[in-house]
């Protein structure tokens, strides 16, 4: 059992939550002490409960963030200022934060730092962003979580941090500091309880028998056990040191027994001396790097230490910092020797020629770690005692003539720069390079150059190339036949993903390594030089400065300064205050309660879903590998188990149904087959592997899998004329009138996951009429609207068959796979445009591929066309299909359609700049709508002064200082060749409905007020609007004593039968919608209270808001009302118009793409809370930014999801959000139609994370045209690749651009250098 199982199945703490249970969240994450009675001392460290087994903490304590504060008790400063700087939106993952963070906090105030001042702790700005560099957080975009973690540090500057609720604009830095939740790092809480202490003080041990848990303390013991229990009839063992492998394999079977490796003393060791460091196997990662890391012989660093270092900043690389903290070194390279894991510790273990010391039943085996490696996969009885990595003496320079030196460097390409993903390719290089004195000629004596975990068994070493290189003066020649005879070495093995792009990487290494070592190639390739090139010709003094930092330009610093500007609405107060989220520090406590922390009920069952992994087959049958029912199992309930009388619905839209189950055929792979149900959701999880699906596919017609081939077989969802949008103008003329033409351009946009951290949950009861859930929502963006109710359903069915209560929580897996996701499409464009670059016509072919169902899809035409008309095109038209593919019904993703549609039309304008050569940013200038034009393609338009973007647009260029970046940029590119830059500003319009909603206010007779919505809280902050908007509209009574009413108000969530018409929350409107029909309901309220109130105030003077409740109460009258707002028709359509400008960073060795800085401008009208839209906008943005750079979420050629897991999905992370993200809220002012002037938030900001797409699109092509002007043939054009993850932009750039830049130095050599 894991610990994480442990403490929500058998402990009333709820706190840790379950995300993805692979170490690859950070949901999960407790602090766990350890107390060595010797030494009295405490150690603590964060690690993923997930991970960890419970009989591994066996005298541990464990620390969750209840145990940090509570409602009750008060709150800690880390749940208040979480709070304060609106650093939790859904909250899920709120929890594992604030234990990241007091793990950061807890370490450093033991360090010997000098006493930080009042209200900080001894951990600085760096340690508190890196604190959190694991953890995912899908709705804040995590500057705010920075902030929060920040606020603690010694050294941070105040005036840094973002938006909060403890102090205003310009308040001088004392008060800043009096108005912070008080932290006292003196006074902190106690990580380990003395009881504890005396417990581990007299050796409590866990009855081995009865948990099957060895703890062997020495090896000749470790080795007994390992004999007798081998000759025990063969039973399932399992040596554990950290048990984080389990993450990768997911080993979900049952060993008989388990063999700590921890307590072995010879294990555990940590040695140093004149040979080298030996490092014990079942020492953890954290605590090698902390070894690696300490010099040892103070005044010259020595070239061994060097390694050592280089070798710790690869490590802090691997994982996150609470899986390095029990993931052993061992561990790690027996899962590289025995399972070909991609393992980081071998390459660079390799290239430093360690050895690794290994027991066999009798023997004891040195070997290196080549030969471990090439070994077949070693018994599993045989033991890694340690590895010793040696200690590489400075050369002795013999010969006065020439300076020698030892060079090591590691190199690693991975989606995240800090880790948390494993790498495409790794590489450590370790040479003896020798420089000619009178020359300065540069030779390799001797060199090692290991590459590991690009799609090899194991990490190799790449000996044909080190033989060439061998003894060889350096020269432009000897490089370039290097590198050429790396790329043939490093050849991944048949079926590995960006097999190309791997070996390129190859390739940029080894350049990047030796490069800087030839003179001329070292003047361009700067940024190496700055580092480690310099490290050959410098003073000693000098090349320990460059180890001394070694990565810290290669290691990114995370945040910078971030700037928020809007501006407070007095009129409506509290609505337009920027009021915390309401139970935001509840959230962060752990108290707030989702579905799955809903305490089981009595004799309830747990459910797990069997999917078809077929895109089209008869099914046969289900079945369970054995005879018998796996263990714990109940029922397997499928579609014949839904009662006569019932339909095979799971769940449905206006436009139709879907099934809850395949019945006899199954029509996608992931589609629904059955349910196993059992006594626990591991065994349910278990048991669904364990299920066998006989398929048959014979005579039966081939899938359509692609929206090519649903055109040829007319395979469509209709969809209904009214919802089908309008042509506008006319294209032949505007096409007739172009001086060009871009014909039939095709582009294609893939899906993205939503990835919201709380998977798909639901609670049913036998015989209610109603499903339990949602309480607190782990996020939506569009994931929860129609896709939870089948997993509903299922429970319903479930719990109506067995008339026992049925759970179920989707594991990371079956939720990625049976998720669906964003529309996946293919467009075909033409487009006409004068020679200025105006736009005269727009012609469009989009097919979109929906899947089975049609789930929301009929409507996906015109939320596109909503999006598309965001530019005067002076006509458009389109031809949009939405495709029945043999694939999971896609559904709506935050910005479903207009994400897609926005990113055409700058596509469009791109494409056109690029065949013009004109500069794009004019290119969207000339074609921005007037309000003129916007009225021939909205009817929505609303009033001249409504239409804000042109002055965003002017507004925008000058707080980003476009122009003068935009030249800084051009400078940057000439300077640079191996890095370039972008900058682009992209404008949205993002037209939203305002849908009928219901609401309903109720005043206790103690002066509290009830609200219910029919918006669903998902994290978006309607709530915290909800209130604001209660408290403003209550206000109106106007009674005496300044109560606060904001206090007094609790929304609470309705049901279905509750509160009817609730329809679905979507859209961006939901928020304003629920205000309004709080507002109508208030005013009922104070229309019914006001004749009372003014009798009261007639006798007695004064009127509290108490006295007129409970007189209210006396003369019966109705303190309940209810409204349903239904928006005019005129005006239920609006649009949200913003702008944004971002740069980044691509560098051509590995398509690493780092995004420096976005300033965003986006138009909330009067905004309902400047706090709550702030984190929308951000949060959308980032996740945006996913979608078009990170994201990939790709299937096999069934259509079955292969991006499955937090190994192969990567969202953005703390270190892969723009460095500087600068938002202003603009303030746009009356607007009489809206909800008290307000405007939508919560979808349109995503769309304007194509700036930093097409910022990178701009720098790629900046990339493109050196190549061009290497003598490379292709044209630099415009190029359209979503998402533009590190493997497409290495390859726009070139994946052979080192070869063809070498190629043509050489050529050029003798001509004058001409960088
Ligand atoms: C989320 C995540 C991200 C990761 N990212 C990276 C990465 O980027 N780069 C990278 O290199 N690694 C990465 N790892 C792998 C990580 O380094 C290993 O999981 C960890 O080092 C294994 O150590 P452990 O002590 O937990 O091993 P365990 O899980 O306890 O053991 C792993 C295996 O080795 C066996 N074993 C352990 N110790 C010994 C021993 N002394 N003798 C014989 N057999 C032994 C066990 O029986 C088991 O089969 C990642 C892991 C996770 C969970
Ligand atoms: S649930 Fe443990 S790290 Fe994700
Ligand atoms: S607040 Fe972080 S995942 Fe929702």
Redesign the pocket.
Same mark, same amino acid.
């Given at each position: 059992m894991t610990l994480l199982e442990f403490l929500r199945t058998r402990t009333p703490f709820k706190s840790v939550k379950l995300g993805c249970g692979?170490?690859?969240c950070g949901a999960c994450i407790v602090l766990l002490s350890k107390y060595d009675p010797v030494i009295d001392h405490v150690e603590d460290l964060t690690v &993923?409960s997930c991970?960890t087994l419970l009989c591994s903490v066996n005298g541990c304590a464990i620390t969750t963030t209840e145990g940090l504060g509570n409602s009750k008790d008060g709150f800690h400063s880390i749940h208040q200022r979480f709070a304060g700087f609106h650093s939790s939106q859904c909250g899920f993952c709120t929890p594992g934060m604030c234990i990241s963070l007091f793990g950061a906090l807890v370490n450093a105030e033991k360090t010997d730092r000098p006493k930080p001042s009042p209200g900080f702790s001894k951990l600085t700005v760096v340690e508190a962003e890196k604190a959190i560099a694991g953890n995912l957080c899908r709705c804040t975009g995590y500057r705010s979580i920075a902030d929060a973690c920040k606020s603690f540090a010694a050294d941070v500057d105040l005036e840094d941090l973002g938006l909060n609720c403890f102090w205003k604009k310009g308040e001088n830095p004392d008060v800043k500091v009096s108005r912070l939740p008080s932290y006292d790092h003196n006074n902190e809480i106690c990580t380990f309880p003395e009881f504890l202490k005396c417990e581990v003080k007299s050796s409590f041990l866990l009855d081995s028998q009865k948990s099957s848990w060895y703890n062997p303390v020495s090896v000749k013991e470790l080795q007994s056990l390992l004999k007798a229990i081998k000759g025990n009839n063969g039973a399932r063992i @399992?040596? %554990? +040191?950290?048990? /984080?492998? #389990?993450?990768?394999y997911k080993d979900l079977q049952q060993y008989d027994k388990y063999i700590n490796?921890c307590h072995v003393p010879e $294990?555990s060791i940590i040695g140093k001396d004149r040979t080298g460091i030996e490092i014990g196997?079942?020492v953890?990662?954290s605590k090698a790097i902390k070894a690696l890391k300490t010099e040892t012989n103070g005044e010259i660093l020595s070239e061994s230490e060097m390694v050592f270092k280089k070798i710790a900043f690869q490590m802090e @690389?691997? +994982?996150?910092q609470f %899986?390095?903290n /029990? !993931?052993? %070194?061992? !561990?790690?390279l #027996? #899962?590289a020797q025995? @399972?070909c894991?991609?393992?980081?510790?071998?390459t660079i273990l390799l290239a430093a020629g360690s050895f690794v010391n290994i027991i066999t039943d009798t023997m004891h085996e040195k070997l290196s770690v080549e030969d471990f490696l090439e070994r077949p996969p $070693?018994d &599993?009885e045989?033991?890694?005692?340690s590895v010793k990595i040696p200690k590489w003496e400075p050369i002795k320079n013999e010969c006065s003539e020439k300076d020698c030196k030892i060079l090591f460097e590691t190199y690693r390409a991975?989606p995240r720069p800090l880790?948390? +993903? $494993?790498?495409y390719l790794n590489a450590a290089f370790l040479a003896e390079v020798c420089r000619w004195k009178s020359s300065g000629e540069i030779a390799l004596n001797k060199c090692v150059l290991a590459f590991g975990?690009y799609g090899t068994k194991h990490s190799i070493r790449a000996r044909k190339v080190e033989e060439f290189l061998t003894g060889k003066k350096l020269t432009l020649d000897v490089l370039y036949e290097s590198i050429k005879l790396v790329g043939a070495s490093v050849v991944p093995e048949d079926g590995t993903t960006n097999s190309a792009y791997r070996s390129s990487l190859a390739v940029g290494f080894l350049f990047d390594f030796l490069g800087p070592l030839i003179d001329n190639v070292a003047k361009i390739s700067n940024h190496w030089l700055d580092n480690h090139g310099s490290a050959t010709i410098s003073t000693v003094d000098e090349v320990k400065q460059n180890y001394e930092q070694p990565d810290h330009a290669k290691v990114p610093t995370l945040l910078s300064l971030s700037k928020h500007v809007f501006e407070v609405t007095k009129e409506y107060q509290p609505v337009g205050e920027p009021v915390k989220k309401s139970g935001a520090a509840l959230q962060a406590s752990g108290e707030a309660i989702f579905v799955d922390d809903i305490p089981s009920p009595m004799n309830c069952l747990y459910g797990a879903f069997i999917y078809s992994t077929k895109p089209f087959a008869k099914v046969k049958s289900i079945k369970f590998k054995s005879k018998s029912l796996p263990y714990g199992v109940s029922a397997l309930i499928s579609f014949k188990d839904i009662p006569k009388d019932g339909e095979n619905i799971g769940s449905k839209s206006i436009f139709g149904p879907e099934p809850l189950f395949a019945d006899e055929m199954t029509r996608y792979a992931g589609e629904r087959l059955a349910l196993v149900v059992a006594d626990t959701q591991k065994h349910a999880d278990v048991a669904s592997n364990l299920v066998v699906v006989d398929y048959d596919m014979e005579n039966l017609e081939p899938p359509i899998l692609t929206v090519e081939e649903a055109v040829k077989r007319s395979s469509f969802f209709e969809v209904p004329p009214f919802f089908y949008p309008k042509q506008v103008g006319d294209v032949s003329k505007g096409m007739a009138e172009a001086d060009h033409k871009i014909l039939s351009a095709k582009m294609k946009l893939g899906s993205q996951y939503y990835f919201y951290m709380e998977n798909q949950s639901a609670l049913a009861l036998p015989d209610e009429d109603k499903l339990l859930g949602g309480l607190q929502v782990g996020g939506g963006f569009g994931g929860k609207a129609l896709k939870s109710i089948p997993v509903a359903t299922a429970c319903a069915l479930a719990a109506h068959t067995l008339q026992r209560p049925v759970r179920m929580y989707l594991n990371r897996k079956t939720d990625m796979i049976m998720a669906g996701g964003r529309h996946p499409m293919e467009i075909t464009y033409s487009v006409g445009f004068k020679y200025s670059g105006k736009i005269t016509a727009l012609q469009l072919d989009i097919l979109i591929n929906a899947g089975i169902s049609p789930d929301i899809s009929p409507a996906m035409p015109h939320n596109m066309v909503g999006a598309l008309k965001k530019y005067n095109w002076g006509a458009l038209s389109f031809d949009i299909k939405v495709c029945k593919t043999n694939h999971s019904s896609k559904s709506a993703m935050r910005g479903p359609g207009e994400t897609q549609a926005s990113l055409i039309a700058e596509a469009v304008i791109e494409h056109v700049a690029s065949t013009l050569s004109m500069d794009v940013d004019s290119v969207r200038s000339i074609n921005l709508h007037t309000h003129d034009s916007l009225k021939m393609f909205y009817v929505s338009s609303g009033e001249a002064l409504e239409y804000s973007l042109t002055s965003m647009w002017d507004k925008i260029a000058m707080s980003s200082s476009l122009n003068q970046r935009t030249e800084v940029v051009k400078e940057f590119n000439r300077n640079n060749v191996w890095q370039k830059r972008g900058i682009s500003r992209v404008p949205v319009v993002h037209e939203v409905i305002v849908r009928p909603t219901p609401g309903k206010v109720g005043i206790l007779s103690d002066g509290s007020v009830i609200v219910e919505v029919g918006g669903i809280e998902l994290g978006q902050g309607l709530w915290t609007k909800v209130k604001q908007m209660a408290a403003f509209a209550l206000s109106a009574i106007k009674c005496d004593g300044g109560v606060e009413l904001l206090d007094k108000i609790r929304v609470i969530q309705s049901d279905t039968l509750s509160l009817i018409q609730g329809g679905f929350t979507t859209g961006s409107t939901t928020s304003e919608s629920s205000c309004e029909a709080v507002r109508l309901s208030c005013k009922t309220l104070v229309e019914r209270l006001t004749p009372l109130k003014e009798r009261l105030q007639e006798q007695m003077g004064s009127v509290t808001w108490e006295m007129l409740i409970s007189q209210a109460y006396l003369e019966a009258l109705n303190l309940s009302a209810s409204s349903f707002f239904v928006p005019d028709l005129n005006s239920m359509q609006y649009l949200n118009y913003g702008a944004a400008v971002s740069e980044v960073e691509v560098n051509l060795l590995t398509g690493e793409t780092t995004f420096l800085r976005s300033d965003i401008i986006y138009d909330c009208g009067k905004s309902l809370n400047p706090a709550v839209d702030l984190g929308q906008i951000e949060g959308a943005f980032v996740q945006g930014i996913g979608f078009l750079m990170l994201e990939d979420y790709t299937t096999n050629s069934d259509g079955l999801v292969v991006a499955d897991s937090?190994?192969s999905y990567k969202i953005p992370t703390i270190d892969t959000i723009p460095k500087q993200i600068n938002v202003e809220i603009h303030n746009s002012g009356h607007h009489k139609n809206r909800v008290l002037s307000s405007k939508a938030c919560g979808e349109p900001p995503l769309l304007l994370a194509a700036s930093v797409y097409f910022a990178a699109q701009a720098a790629i092509k900046e990339a493109r045209e050196q190549m061009f002007s290497w003598g490379c043939r292709d044209q630099p054009g415009f190029n359209f690749q979503v998402p533009a993850i590190m493997p497409i932009v290495k390859e726009l750039c070139g994946l052979d651009c080192v070869e063809r830049y070498l190629k043509w130095k050489i050529g050029s050599e003798t001509s004058s250098e001409l960088y």
């Open positions: 692979e170490g690859g &993923s991970l @399992k040596l %554990v +040191a950290g048990n /984080t492998g #389990m993450g990768y490796l $294990l196997a079942t953890t990662i @690389k691997i +994982a996150s %899986v390095r /029990t !993931g052993s %070194v061992g !561990g790690n #027996m #899962m025995r @399972k894991f991609p393992s980081d510790i071998a $070693l &599993s045989i033991i890694l005692t991975a880790g948390n +993903a $494993l790498p975990a937090t190994w």
